[in-house]
């Protein structure tokens, strides 16, 4: 299986920032990379599939970056509905595998 | 716009066998490429894939989970179902149902979720 590792696990933000979260691959995984928001008692919600492609109806503040490895989440100018727990997955080959999720709290 | 809604008993007992559907609105599931999938997440834990499925009736399964599980499809009656046998407590999780995209296999439309738990 390829391990998917995110990085910080949890994260303390105020409105209007911006963040950064990073994902990180067990192998070369090119583009195959989404990205998912996930509210308490809520099922997740894709942002961005293919690394950085932004699904529709998501905000343009969400940013994804990077292939191969090494990949980033950025979240522009914060605003209160975006304090979640964010996953990253990856599609490059079966079982697909996620990150362990990293919490975006209010500073 | 699809929607998913699983559907099935939330209290199982141990060594039983877990049973779900998933119903599919606003579109066919025989009428795309793309895949149908399991998905769970224990309570306070992260995402764990179980598998997917196709109309056409194939399937794959996570290996960690191979041995108990079975998802099949019934383009009849627009819903896809999930068994898994001999569950015990580490099974209770919300299980999520949900469309994979047949490119990137993103996940790209959910059910709400139903927590099932393994208790006596």
């Known amino acids: 299986d390829i391990q998917m590792t995110q990085s910080p696990s949890s994260l303390s933000a105020s409105v209007g920032e911006r963040v950064t979260i990073t994902c990180r691959a067990g192998?070369?995984?090119?583009?195959?990379l989404n990205w998912y928001q996930q509210k308490p008692g809520k099922a997740p919600k894709l942002l961005i599939y293919a690394a950085s492609t932004l699904q529709s109806g998501v905000s343009s503040r969400f940013r994804g970056g990077g292939s191969g490895t090494d990949f980033t989440l950025t979240i522009n100018s914060l605003q209160p509905e975006d304090f979640a727990t964010y996953y990253c997955q990856q599609g490059f080959r079966t079982p697909i595998t996620f990150g362990q999720g990293t919490r975006l709290e209010i500073k | 716009q699809l929607q998913l809604q699983e559907s099935g008993p939330r209290l199982v007992r141990p060594s039983e066998t877990l049973s779900l559907t998933c119903t599919v609105s606003g579109g066919s599931i025989s009428s795309t490429n793309d895949y149908w999938g399991w998905i769970r997440q224990p309570p306070g834990k992260g995402l764990e894939w179980i598998g997917r499925?196709?109309?056409?009736?194939?399937?794959y399964y996570n290996p960690s989970l191979k041995s108990r599980v079975t998802i099949s499809v019934d383009t009849s009656k627009n819903q896809f179902s999930l068994k898994l046998t001999s569950v015990t407590a580490a099974d209770t999780a919300v299980y999520y149902c949900?469309?994979?995209?047949?490119?990137?296999?993103?996940?790209?439309?959910w059910g709400q979720g139903a927590l099932v738990t393994v208790s006596s």
């Open positions: 192998q070369n995984i090119n583009n195959y």
């Open positions: 499925t196709h109309y056409s009736g194939s399937a």
């Open positions: 949900a469309t994979v995209s047949f490119k990137e296999l993103s996940l790209d439309y």
